[in-house]
């Protein structure tokens, strides 16, 4: 089974720290994907990666960064975490072809920004 | 991406089949259906996806209508763990993102 593994379940920060939110997949999938989740407002897009090194900005990319040093690690970035960043953080990987692929979940990070 | 049309919730008994409707009156040809659950506290899973042709794996089946407007998840013996948040969902082939957009979904609730 594909087995996406997210640094923490549970983060809390404060305002103006740069947050870090590590994700690892252990099936060789070329794609891999940020959302976060909110009440009422479904899953959002944040960054998505398609190989070593890419990315492409989602729907909501501002305020983060993403980085992807080794084809199984896609790490998110909260530059300098705010209140709205409050949510439940997704990562999600793949095999190549963007439409037809499942995605693979994490179990969620959820972070709190005081 | 087109829209999907789901109850808001379902009820059905422990070891029951359970039959979740889904419409996608305005699908085009090219889009796949996928269906996605999530349990509490965890993140999606996905259960199952198909184009033209019904489809089954060990969770779940896939029923897609001749016309393709409409598809219904089939869990063939319901269990408490089955218990979760169910998302059909239209995926345009050849899209750029790969995104997935997650409507309000079904809340199925599976009794003892």
């Known amino acids: 089974d594909v087995k996406v593994t997210q640094s923490s379940r549970y983060l809390v920060k404060r305002t103006g720290e740069k947050v870090f939110l590590e994700c690892v997949q252990d099936m060789d999938h070329e794609n891999m994907f940020w959302y976060r989740q909110d009440p009422g407002l479904g899953l959002r897009l944040i960054y998505f990666s398609y190989d070593v090194k890419m990315k492409e900005k989602g729907d909501i990319p501002e305020g983060y960064s993403v980085s992807r040093e080794k084809k199984e690690r896609f790490s998110l970035i909260l530059e300098s975490a705010s209140t709205n960043q409050t949510s439940m953080y997704l990562c999600?990987?793949?095999?190549?072809?963007?439409?037809?692929?499942?995605?693979?979940f994490g179990d969620g990070t959820r972070l709190s920004i005081l | 991406d087109a829209k999907t049309t789901q109850p808001n919730s379902m009820e059905s008994n422990e070891e029951e089949p359970v039959h979740l409707p889904c419409n996608h009156s305005?699908?085009?040809?090219?889009?796949?259906i996928h269906w996605y659950r999530q349990l509490p506290s965890q993140g999606p899973e996905y259960v199952i996806h198909g184009l033209t042709s019904n489809v089954n794996n060990r969770m779940a089946s896939l029923a897609i209508a001749e016309d393709r407007k409409s598809s219904t998840l089939i869990l063939h013996r319901a269990t408490l763990r089955d218990a979760a948040v169910y998302y059909c969902?239209?995926?345009?082939?050849?899209?750029?993102?790969?995104?997935?957009?997650f409507g309000q979904g079904t809340t199925l609730q599976v009794k003892p």
């Open positions: 999600a990987s793949s095999l190549q072809g963007l439409s037809n692929q499942p995605q693979h």
């Open positions: 305005t699908i085009s040809g090219t889009d796949y």
């Open positions: 969902i239209l995926r345009a082939h050849g899209s750029n993102t790969g995104k997935l957009i």
